[in-house]
């Protein structure tokens, strides 16, 4: 039932897309500007990805098979199906009322109150399929049935849903982040573009981490922690407040001192090594709640993280980040403490990556950001993890790490309870239970 999951993850960022449409609508309804080419990302996003790719691949093979399964699916199906059939319709529509709201065809009200009833349409079509065909689906498909689906939903060559395909749409979903006002998004003026890669095949063991314990005083805080990361690899720590996660990526950069253990990195025991060295043996960390340098510029703190670069390479590095993040381009001269919560976080990935790291540790990188910004993280690391970068990920939302993640541990008051790829640690009914709300 791989399909329900993959169709689960879509429904969640069409979610999001409904809800940041409904914020930008009642802020126009505030007085703000109709901003054309941010709705238009968002439109070519709708157009390209759920109209196109999204209910194109349900109608052919999920549809269908529950059809022939099932004499309730039709009833329910029909809906569905008339819907798909009509969005691109809807949005044509919706399409010209932004063109004609922009040229003063039309009120902002009425171009509002059409974006509200098309969210909410949105919102209507994805809960019926959550909440009526998926559960049918799960009762009524065969084995047999749910590999020809799975199949089809997982095949990385197909021209409209492959991984080339969910390049694109990283990419076009980056645009609507970059585009977004501030409230919702990074509100810069152009989209930039994330570079993609060609997937690195796993390498040798990166890290490797024995036996290690850390204390606060007399409390023990890590207890006997083994793990270890291969290269290219992206591995997820998750767990509760209080487990030790953040204390384990401390002790991990030398912040934090060990009391026991060892940890091998890159060949070499760096156990006993300042926190400084390591970052110049290729450990780079976005530290959880971002931890920018408020006072200095943008710049500057993109140009601490590569400290221990060579000067001449620095220049070229720092168009690459603004290249992704154009935001930080357009605001360079300012104090980083200026930006918002989102913008912040890309600051703090930006400079991270400025000491082009061997291993990104990334510590709680969606806390505290609108949904939109939450996924647009996911989608950044989505793009790191494909242009071949190793990545060891802390982050509260567990249901979304392990999701993207080759390899997960959880962690329970200091110690490792549970491993296994990020698939397997999702079924796990222990795991789906305590972190993931199911």
Known sequence: MEALRIITEEHQNLWRIAT???????????????????????FDYIDQF???????????????????????????????????????????DLRAKLASTAAGGENNAAFTAALRNYTQGMRSHVRSEEKDAMPLAREVLTA?????????????????????????????????????????????????????????????????????????????????IDLEVRQGELVALVGANGAGKTTFLRTLSGVQPMSAGRIVFDGEDISKLRSDLRMRRGICQSPEGRQV??????????????????????????????????????????????????QQQMLAIGRALMGRPKMLLLDEPSMGLAPLLVEEVFNVVKTLKGQGMTIFLVEQNAFAALAIADRGYVLETGSVTLT???????????????????
């Open 20 to 42: 940041t449409l409904d914020m930008v609508a009642d802020e126009i309804d505030g007085g703000a500007r109709v901003e054309v080419p941010f709705f238009t990302s968002v």
């Open 144 to 224: 047999a049935d749910w590999a020809e689906i799975d199949r089809a939903f997982l095949d990385n060559e197909d021209p409209l849903f492959g991984a080339k395909a969910r390049a694109e749409f990283r990419e076009l979903f980056h645009r609507i982040v970059s585009l977004a006002p501030e409230s919702v998004g990074l509100g810069a003026r152009s989209a930039g573009e994330l570079q993609p890669g060609v997937l690195a095949p796993r390498g040798d063991v990166l890290l490797s981490v024995s036996g290690l314990e850390s204390c606060y005083g007399r409390i023990k805080a890590l207890k006997g």
């Open 293 to 342: 340098f408020g006072p200095l510029s943008i710049e500057d703190n993109l140009r601490l993280g590569a400290y221990t670069q060579p000067k001449s390479q620095v220049e070229g590095d720092l168009e690459k980040i603004y290249a992704m993040f154009p935001i930080l381009k357009e605001k360079r001269l300012l104090p980083a403490g200026t930006l918002s919560g989102g």
């Open 420 to 438: 296994g790829t990020g698939q397997e640690l999702i079924a796990n009914e222990q795991v789906r239970a305590a972190y993931l709300g199911m």
């Open 50 to 92: 759920m109209d196109r790719a999204h209910h194109a691949k349900e109608d052919e093979f999920l549809f269908r098979l529950l059809r022939e399964r099932s004499p309730e699916a039709g009833a329910i199906l029909d809906r569905l199906q008339a819907e798909h059939r009509n969005g691109p319709e809807n949005l044509r």
